[in-house]
């Protein structure tokens, strides 16, 4: 008997999951694969399977392999796992009002007592596979987790003979406060993810986040890519993306000639996380998107860093993976369904708004096709004070004398709805609410504080009902038909009141998104932006219960394309909302450059618009009624960038197209950007093949967004922009 064979294999869409049986311990693990590279399948090699879920008890044994405190991989827990069996059900559902088949692959196993299953959910239609996995105790005593995976892939690569790790490359989207998404691409050898002589000395990559804040330093997102076998066929790519708020992990692990790749709730080692389970109990993990492509044409072997990052793969990968998220847009109120437009005064107070100036503004933004007016922090403000008294949701009548309602009924006279912030689950150091420990999230008994910011313990009913009457109700008496919700700080490790610190931590971020969900169901209609820092939360869960995301907090850097860009790898451009903020003594090539950028999602304006003149007024009207006529390619489209990778935000160089195709492939939009560039004012780059529209340029429809001098010459694939300089900024439309 050989040592390893094909136990079963899943055709799902485009995809393939192939389950492979270890005849030397019993073990059954998946891998994936495009479909028809089964052929090339090699299970020869010095290499062993994983099991489809990682998990770890306590008073297991830890890993071996001198990686104990750099993984909890391979333990005890996971290596004696009994394989119980495999089931499939079938099941109709509707999926954008279309009926489909939902396949769901249940691969059993138990331990100590649980059972553990790991679950592969397809819908025909799709380009992606959800997947989570479930404990379930039979015992009678209590059980002890302190690792658990919501997904492990093991045998990559599958295809190919011998040791291929010269051909694979990990890709993380990186991120920090204003420089959010950026694609790296590291080898696998530079990791050092290649076995040594002895397959005795594993090691691994292991990433994630740790608090409150899910995207702060890399996004819960990965892939891995087989970049082919020098001289032979295409290689594949497999990408990632966790559904979670709180703290999280990812892992390529390497021991033998194969690979693994796992990711879940950060561990005990990562994440102070442990979770008991009680006899009866049954505990699920956080769901994750797994898909596989092939890759965008033939390997090239070169020591040139453009070459593993392979910039078209990883947007298939990523179009892919946000599809899952496509429902999002099933699920907002009728008002966000052409995807309006929105103007927020923070760049224009800086956090210090006021009646008067809310209502010049309402009256100066009135029939200019705007659809909704938020006023941002500062509200709530007392006076000769600053943030530091957020937490009590009480407004400053000095600022307001006429209280938030005569504001927002003036804002509705206008013709917009009126939005209001709020940064609800956190209190300032000057607020009552910040002596009241009670309700405060602790940790050794002690509130968590950071700086001046203390945090709200969103498990206790006192606190719902707190925020009830100060956001739900506030929002429901002054009409506001739209809530931007900030988050500014992180918890950290975790907090008190549950088995352990990462499991509190966990809680009461889920905590968080049922107050979310609350808000829905009290106001059905409510537009909800997520918003932390600009961009510290951009995930899939806390897109669900939102109608879109703040993007970054870039408002007026010259880095916001490039940013924009880099995040609709991870969430749907019809949720991104990226910002132009508009100043009276801008000229009118800043104003397109601007302007063009939240064309790489949803427009949002702000600055000095009652204060700017008619002419500048008149190109924001030009991009607004522009936009609205790409917003059915924004919101339903695929993305593909062009152009030089840029390695610093600070120092932008060459230029950058974004360009969106349709899903009926006959329309086409792209976002055009120019950074320093030199003595060429010229660019030039092909449509992508997705594009199936007719190619002759005679019968091409075209129009535009740009300054007058710009010449733009289409023919065919080709697209010829000249006249540019530095840091112009332009759309195209092609229908």
């Known amino acids: 008997m050989a040592d390893k064979e094909i136990y079963s294999k899943f055709k799902l869409g485009d995809m393939l999951a192939v389950f492979i049986k270890d005849n030397r311990n019993g073990s059954i693990g998946y891998t994936l694969l495009p479909e028809g590279f089964d052929e090339g399948i090699e299970l020869d090699g010095w290499w062993s399977v994983e099991p489809a879920v990682q998990c770890k008890f306590v008073g297991d044994n830890y890993p071996d392999g001198f990686i104990h405190g750099h993984s909890m991989k391979n333990s005890q827990s996971s290596n004696d796992m009994v394989f119980l069996g495999q089931r499939t059900e079938t099941a109709e559902c509707e999926k954008n009002g279309v009926k489909h088949t939902r396949t769901s692959i249940y691969t059993d196993y138990e331990r100590r007592g649980i059972n553990i299953t790991s679950v592969l959910e397809y819908t025909t239609g799709s380009d992606y596979i959800k997947t989570y996995s479930v404990f379930e105790s039979k015992t009678e005593e209590k059980q002890k987790l302190e690792m658990a995976s919501s997904f492990n892939i093991c045998a990559f690569p599958c295809t190919g003979k011998g040791l291929r790790q010269k051909d694979l490359v990990l890709h993380r989207l990186k991120s920090k406060w204003s420089m959010e998404g950026k694609l790296e691409s590291r080898r696998f050898l530079d990791m050092e993810l290649e076995p040594a002589w002895l397959r005795i000395g594993a090691s691994n990559e292991r990433f994630g986040e740790v608090g409150s804040m899910p995207v702060r330093r890399y996004f819960p997102w990965m892939a891995v890519t087989d970049m082919g076998q020098e001289g032979g066929s295409i290689g594949y790519s497999i990408g990632a993306q966790l559904y979670i708020n709180s703290s999280w992990q990812m892992e390529v692990y390497n021991r033998d000639e194969k690979n693994s790749i796992s990711g879940g709730i950060a561990d005990r080692e990562f994440g102070h996380w442990m979770k008991d389970i009680a006899p009866g109990e049954r505990f699920v993990t956080p769901v994750a998107v797994l898909t596989v492509c092939k890759n965008a044409g033939k390997p090239v072997y070169t020591d040139t860093p453009d070459t593993i990052r392979m910039e078209s ?423």
């Open 313 to 735: 793969t990883i947007d298939e990968l990523s179009r892919r993976l946000t599809d899952a998220q496509t429902v999002n847009l099933e699920n907002v109120p009728d008002s966000e369904k052409e995807l309006p437009i929105i103007f927020n005064e923070y760049c224009t107070s800086w956090g210090n708004p006021d009646e008067k100036e809310m209502e010049a503004i309402a009256e100066r933004l009135k029939g200019h096709g705007i659809k909704y007016c938020v006023i941002d922090a500062g509200w709530h403000v007392k006076d000769g004070n600053d943030w530091s008294d957020i937490g009590d949701w009480i407004t400053n009548k000095n600022k307001f004398p006429g209280g938030l309602k005569k504001t927002a009924d003036k804002i509705r006279e206008c013709g917009m709805i009126p939005g209001l912030w709020y940064e609800m689950e956190v209190v300032g150091k000057d607020s009552d609410s910040f002596k009241n420990e009670d309700m405060l999230l602790k940790r050794d008994g002690i509130p968590i504080q950071t700086m001046f910011r203390r945090f709200f313990d969103m498990r206790k009913p006192e606190v719902t009902d707190f925020l009830t009457k100060r956001v739900i109700d506030n929002l429901k008496d002054n009409g506001f038909g739209y809530l931007k919700v900030d988050y500014n700080d992180n918890l950290g490790i975790g907090c008190d009141g549950a088995e352990s610190l990462g499991e509190a931590l966990r809680q009461n971020m889920q905590a968080s998104i049922g107050f979310f969900k609350k808000i829905r169901e009290e106001i059905p209609d409510i537009v909800i932006e997520n918003c932390s820092s600009g961009g510290h939360r951009l995930e899939p869960s806390m897109q669900a219960v939102t109608s879109m995301a703040s993007f970054s907090d870039a408002h007026e850097w010259q880095a916001i394309p490039v940013i924009a860009a880099n995040v609709t790898r991870a969430i749907l451009p019809a949720q991104s909302q990226i910002w132009a903020v508009l100043r009276a003594k801008d000229d009118e090539k800043r104003l397109y450059y601007s302007l063009s950028n939240t064309f790489l999602g949803r427009m949002c304006l702000s600055g000095d618009m009652s204060t700017i003149s008619d002419e500048l007024f008149e190109i924001a009207d030009k991009a607004i009624a522009y936009y609205k006529k790409c917003a059915d390619i924004i919101k339903n489209g695929r993305n593909y960038r062009l152009g030089p990778y840029q390695d610093s935000y600070n120092d932008l160089k060459g230029w950058q197209a974004v360009v969106r195709v349709s899903e009926d492939r006959k329309k086409c939009m792209a976002v055009v950007n120019t950074f320093a560039i030199k003595e060429d004012t010229s660019i030039t780059f092909e449509l992508p093949e997705y594009y199936s529209a007719e190619e002759k340029s005679e019968s091409l429809r075209f129009d535009c967004f740009k300054r007058e001098d710009i010449d733009i010459a289409i023919k065919g694939r080709k697209v010829l922009i000249s006249n540019l300089s530095d840091y112009d900024g332009l759309v195209f439309r092609i229908w």
